[in-house]
């Protein structure tokens, strides 16, 4: 997602972020099912003739990719993002050893046409590949594999509008737990004159009630007073709701900082030259009983990401589990994050940005 694709208006992450199909490829017939669903998914968007025929081979090469080369041990996932339709597959492979040749095309350690990766680039408005080798360094450490990433714009140029917004890039997921219909975790972003506010959310519990406690919110992102002040206005609406814990930031692409503030169980790491901070919130529940949250104004530079996450995402060795996950695009970073270090006992959700 790009900054311009909001600007000046509300994005609730709960309603444009949505895991659409997840699936396991496991025969020929499951990769028939995967097209026939995005197909239709992509006919339902308003996507043209030619772009749902290019969705259709990307899908079947990564359906192929990890038939051949992870004996099935994966899936894939369709994801409806802001102006967009996205293909995620993520699988338990050995991984690949050198990625720029594996992406070349005519290179194939199967003997075949060799052109699976390569046309992932080609077909795709945006796309990404992240893999970690079984053999590399502290591989028994976690997750090995190869996770894909591919971008369907839903314009008619396929592409972006030109960024006029605050230079930077996003990445979203949202799982509600057993992929229930309701999802206590909400994400709400809002661009405006170079600046981004996110309001990050994670309603107390799961289910229902959960989800009720963070909707409807997003209209405090219109206001212009700080940060802590929103966060008040926030506590006293939860008052008569079951509560939440939250994360406020806004960057500001005009003075380069970031300005951070949070109540309750939630984890936000800075990531930017070589050095990878992680934040701490006041404790307690908004709506509820907390101590009173400190703002920290940090300064960001090119490049910098910012990760927010709900209780929902593992933090044992977020920072240390992926060597490089946060050289790639925000949203690949984002679908490897929450599905690899997911917890299958909450809902889940997790915001990237990086600046540009």
Wanted: glycine content about 10%.
């Amino acid at each position: 997602m790009k900054f311009d694709l909001f600007q000046d208006r509300l994005i609730d992450g709960h309603d444009s972020c949505k895991l659409l199909y997840n699936t396991h490829i496991d025969s020929d017939s499951a990769g028939i099912l995967l097209r026939s669903r995005l197909s239709a998914t992509a006919r339902r968007m308003g996507f043209s003739d030619h772009q749902r025929e290019k969705m259709e081979l990307v899908a079947a090469e990564l359906a192929s990719n990890q038939s051949k080369y992870a004996g099935g041990r994966g899936f894939l996932q369709i994801w409806q993002q802001a102006e967009s339709l996205d293909l995620f597959a993520l699988d338990y492979g050995p991984g690949i050893q050198d990625l720029s040749m594996a992406q070349a095309d005519g290179f194939s350690t199967a003997n075949t046409l060799g052109k699976g990766l390569g046309s992932l680039q080609r077909l795709s408005d945006e796309s990404g590949i992240y893999s970690r080798p079984q053999n590399g360094l502290n591989s028994n450490n976690g997750w090995h594999g190869t996770a894909c990433w591919a971008r369907f714009n839903l314009n008619k140029l396929g592409k972006p509008p030109e960024n006029k917004g605050a230079q930077v890039e996003i990445g979203l997921f949202s799982r509600a737990l057993s992929d229930e219909r309701y999802n206590g975790d909400h994400i709400y972003l809002r661009a405006e004159q170079g600046k981004l506010r996110c309001l990050h959310l994670d309603g107390l519990g799961h289910g229902q009630e959960a989800e009720l406690a963070s909707s409807g919110l997003a209209q405090h992102l219109l206001l212009a007073a700080p940060i802590t002040e929103t966060l008040e206005i926030i506590d006293r609406e939860l008052k008569s709701r079951r509560g939440a814990v939250a994360i406020l930031a806004e960057l500001d692409s005009t003075t380069h900082q970031i300005q951070v503030a949070g109540v309750g169980d939630m984890h936000a790491l800075l990531s930017q030259q070589d050095d990878l901070q992680s934040l701490l919130f006041a404790p307690g529940i908004l709506g509820k009983e907390h101590k009173t949250p400190v703002v920290s104004t940090l300064p960001i530079s090119p490049k910098a990401v910012f990760i927010t996450a709900s209780d929902g995402i593992r933090r044992s060795g977020l920072e240390t589990t992926l060597p490089g996950l946060f050289l790639q695009h925000p949203q690949l970073a984002a679908y490897v994050l929450g599905n690899v270090m997911g917890r299958v006992v909450d809902d889940q959700s997790i915001c990237v940005i990086r600046t540009k």
